[in-house]
């Protein structure tokens, strides 16, 4: 069975400053994809970026950007000059053949102004 | 276009009693997950539907169900409630086709907090 490891709890990150999210996971099948998840304390849960397993230039969306390294298995998150609207839960998550999402615990961003 | 929705969004039920918690994916999904989230196991898979069939399920008791309508919309049902069954229920919704990883992603709604007395 699948399953998705974040080893950081909590994180803090000073407003503009930069902070790295780590995730690993553990997989034997070869084509999956891997997802970061922001849950602000609202609830609604909403992507922050993806990236497909085969592809092996690291996604980028505006301030997020992934470092995905798939002999390792790991899929950290990087959150570059952070705002206070960033301060959410975040979630790792696999997606392997099926619909069915394998999230890790979770890391609970604060950002300090 | 509209988002995932879910209603109700907050429930209060006894022990005992059953509950149904229904949600209406994006126009066009055809494939309906739900997950449950509590703060001591996190987010769990709970089972997902495609074109009105159940094509994965996750390892919950029986007393879990679901369906979904041929409008894509999905029901969860649970019955004889227990205190543990106290969580946050997600749906998600996606088009649930293979030809690349955005047609992968899954949407979700704001869920519905139910609460067992």
């Known amino acids: 069975a699948q399953t998705v490891t974040q080893s950081q709890p909590e994180m803090s990150v000073q407003e503009a400053e930069t902070v790295t999210l780590s995730c690993t996971y553990d997989?034997?099948?070869?084509?999956?994809?891997l997802f970061w998840y922001k849950q602000p304390p609202s609830r609604q849960m909403i992507l922050v970026i993806r990236?497909?397993?085969?592809?092996?230039q690291n996604a980028t969306e505006n301030r997020f950007s992934v470092n995905f390294q798939k002999a390792a298995k790991s899929f950290s998150l990087k959150i570059s000059d952070s705002q206070l609207g960033d301060a959410a839960m975040y979630f790792c998550?696999?997606?392997?053949?099926?619909?069915?999402?394998?999230f890790g615990k979770g890391t609970k961003l604060t950002v300090n102004p | 276009k509209a988002g995932v929705t879910q209603t109700p969004r907050y429930l209060i039920k006894t022990r005992g009693q059953q509950v149904t918690l229904s949600c209406s994916p994006i126009?066009?999904?055809?494939?309906v997950s739900w997950y449950q989230q509590t703060p001591g196991q996190g987010l769990q898979f709970l089972f997902e539907?495609?074109?009105?069939?159940?094509?994965n399920k996750g390892n919950f008791p029986g007393r879990f169900s679901g369906r979904q309508f041929s409008n894509s919309r999905s029901e969860m049902n649970v019955s004889t409630l227990e205190l543990g069954d106290s969580a946050l229920y997600l749906c998600?919704?996606?088009?649930?086709?293979?030809?690349?990883?955005?047609?992968?992603?899954?949407?979700f709604g704001p869920g519905t907090r139910l609460t067992v007395l």
């Open positions: 998600a919704s996606s088009l649930a086709h293979r030809s690349g990883v955005y047609y992968n992603e899954q949407f």
């Open positions: 126009s066009g999904h055809r494939s």
């Open positions: 998550a696999y997606k392997g053949g099926s619909e069915k999402l394998v």
């Open positions: 539907y495609f074109s009105e069939t159940q094509r």
């Open positions: 997989t034997s099948e070869s084509d999956y994809y």
């Open positions: 990236q497909e397993a085969y592809k092996q």
